[in-house]
């Protein structure tokens, strides 16, 4: 299987006494990319977190093909979902090939070594987020955007069947924003990623599901959700939506707040 | 695609040997691991001659290989030199070896578990904590454990003190290196007070400075007996760190990231934890508290082979046992015939390389104190 079925049931994760999901279902069916979008703070990296096994939500459950993610096995589980987390730190002499090897450990067995199918997998990540050139220096000493494609290249060498990353084009210069999205839209591998940027997360889902609050607010394909009203709503701004006429995705143009009457 | 070099010359040229393309990588930890080996033979030999008796290195050998069976070379020593080199200075050299080779081990591990270059365990308290455990013994005279009791207490003290600044550091789920250092200073600082109290207060007046010795760290005294406990206690800890290395790299990526890449971190780091406090108390028990060969060792062989732990763990139990054997050299030839704790001495190279370390994280900017 190349490609998992996600399914998000009413989950609702609390900190105190405060709801940071509340009552979330989504689905992602094999091979699909989906965005979550939404303002800061609307809940995208705490849902994202649910569903890549570091907080365990307080009601409902996501299931992965079927099963509940957190009944499984933490490494079980690494084998399937991989993710792109937003912590990272790396202090330590570790080599961007070593870093991408890490993506190999959920299913190497304990003292087993690297082997040439390794390599390889190592080898075809790194060139799938155009960071060959990099593989022998120093982690700690990249700059924030070639880091982001080296965490991109260790979630894909762990060859999961879903991949969740946590706002993926951060850092990453245009070209790469592009080239990184292009390349995980091209994944036989269901996505599901948060992103910033709405008209990139309209040009590369197939859904979106937009968060506000915590709750769901819209979900759909772009075109059908991504509305003037809605982003008022969600955004509190004022916004055009057009078909863009070269992509044929819609295109939001953000406008400037009016001058006070 | 520009391939900007960062760093001082210095610092590229150290990173561009230890990072080199292709086969490079592979061989250079095999030849640094040969090299140490070797040193590690010559440090031996040498402290197996060096002292208020010398003995040759040749000679040294011929004793050595002829209590081994092995008769190549026909007896030309005395009686009394073969008892200084077999029964005086080996288990004492070994020991050095052992605790060398553990303690550097136990840093490594250390730094990768609680997330911090600067952790190790005489300065996060845990030697404190060993040595508080294994002089309650020998105050009050718990026997509960028969003659393991010592180390059993020591492994107590260690464990209880590695989790108390574990759980005083940790604040967000985060360590940053000054709350770390902090932690592991006040408790250390408590710790030795009760083990101070304890010392002043109790009436066996003979014992009070030979127990006083030990807390400084030394390697004085010790005969074949002494060698067996630490020495399983540190191929138990190799081995186990070993299997586990490819997960502690994953703690370096954090502790979220470990978790996506199959690590259950909370479960791992208990386990290590009770691990790590087992060996350090072992090893406490057997020489006392002897500070910094876990922090050093650690961040020199990282210069040499990398981070990945695969090759940090076997590098640094060598250069350790290579560093303590050499320490403890001097500390019994510098003031001849008066011996310096070997404690006192790594404290000595330790503490400016602790301040070297902590100045240079401050310039990279790697303190997570700010985030």
């Known amino acids: ?261 | 695609m520009t391939r900007a070099a960062t760093g001082t010359p210095v610092e590229r040229t150290v990173r561009r040997r230890t990072t080199g393309p292709g086969a490079g990588r592979r061989t250079r930890p095999a030849v640094t691991s040969l090299v140490l080996t070797a040193l590690l033979l010559v440090s031996v030999t040498a402290g197996l001659a060096i002292g208020s008796v010398h003995v040759p290195p040749g000679q040294v050998w011929g004793i050595v290989t002829h209590s081994l069976g092995a008769d190549w070379r026909e007896p030309d020593w005395s009686r009394a030199r073969e008892t200084i080199v077999l029964d005086v200075r080996a288990p004492r050299v070994l020991l050095g070896a052992v605790t060398g080779a553990g303690l550097a081990v136990i840093g490594t591990a250390l730094q990768a578990l609680v997330r911090n270059p600067l952790a190790e365990p005489y300065l996060l308290g845990v030697s404190s904590g060993a040595s508080l455990g294994a002089v309650s013994v020998l105050v009050f005279g718990f026997t509960l454990f028969g003659a393991a009791s010592l180390p059993m207490a020591a492994f107590g003290g260690a464990l209880g003190a590695l989790l108390l600044v574990y759980a005083t550091a940790r604040t967000g789920g985060r360590i940053t290196s000054s709350r770390l250092v902090l932690s592991g200073v006040a408790i250390a600082a408590m710790l030795t007070a009760v083990l101070d109290l304890l010392l002043l207060t109790t009436d066996r007046g003979n014992e009070t400075r030979a127990v006083l010795a030990w807390t400084l760290g030394g390697l004085g005294g010790v005969g074949w007996g002494t060698l067996w406990l630490p020495s399983t206690a540190l191929l138990l800890g190799i081995g186990v760190l070993m299997a586990q290395a490819r997960n502690l790299n994953l703690l370096l990526a954090g502790e979220e990231a470990a978790t996506t890449l199959g690590l259950d971190v909370a479960r791992f780091r208990a386990r290590l934890f009770v691990l790590l406090s087992l060996v350090t108390g072992v090893l406490v028990a057997a020489a006392g508290p002897i500070g910094f060969v876990g922090l050093m060792t650690p961040h020199i062989v990282r210069l040499f082979v990398g981070g990945d732990h695969r090759r940090v763990l076997p590098t640094a139990a060598l250069a350790g046992a290579v560093f303590l054997v050499w320490a403890d050299i001097a500390a019994r030839t510098i003031a001849a015939p008066m011996e310096i704790p070997v404690g006192v001495l790594t404290a000595l190279c330790g503490g400016p390389f602790f301040l070297w370390l902590m100045r240079r994280d401050a310039r990279r900017g790697t303190d997570r104190g700010v985030a």
């Open chain 1, 1 to 261: 299987m190349t490609a998992t079925d996600l399914s998000v049931d009413g989950v609702t994760l609390t900190a105190g006494a405060h709801h940071l999901v509340r009552d979330v279902s989504l689905t992602a069916r094999p091979g699909e990319t989906i965005g979550l979008v939404g303002p800061n703070g609307s809940g995208k990296s705490s849902l994202l977190r649910t569903v890549y096994r570091v907080l365990r939500p307080d009601t409902g459950q996501v299931r992965v093909d079927g099963g509940d993610a957190w009944a499984l096995p933490v490494r079980q589980l690494a084998r399937t979902v991989a993710a792109v987390v937003q912590d990272s730190a790396a202090d330590f002499d570790l080599a961007v090939r070593e870093v991408v090897a890490m993506g190999r450990t959920p299913h190497k067995r304990l003292l087993a070594g690297d082997t040439p199918e390794d390599a390889g997998l190592i080898e075809s990540a790194l060139l799938a987020v155009d960071a060959a050139h990099l593989a022998d220096r120093p982690f700690d000493r990249l700059s924030g955007g070639e880091r982001q494609r080296v965490l991109i290249a260790r979630a894909l060498a762990q060859r999961p069947t879903l991949l969740v990353l946590d706002e993926p084009t951060n850092h990453l210069d245009i070209r790469h924003q592009l080239s990184v999205l292009g390349t995980l839209r091209r994944l036989p591998t269901t996505v599901l990623l948060a992103l910033h940027d709405l008209n990139l997360a309209a040009h590369y889902c197939d859904r979106l599901y937009v968060l506000h609050d915590g709750e769901v607010t819209a979900s759909g394909p772009p075109s059908e959700i991504l509305t003037p009203g809605l982003l008022a709503e969600v955004y509190g701004v004022a916004a055009d939506v057009a078909t863009h006429p070269r992509t044929g995705a819609p295109h939001v143009t953000f406008l400037p707040e009016e001058p006070p009457a």
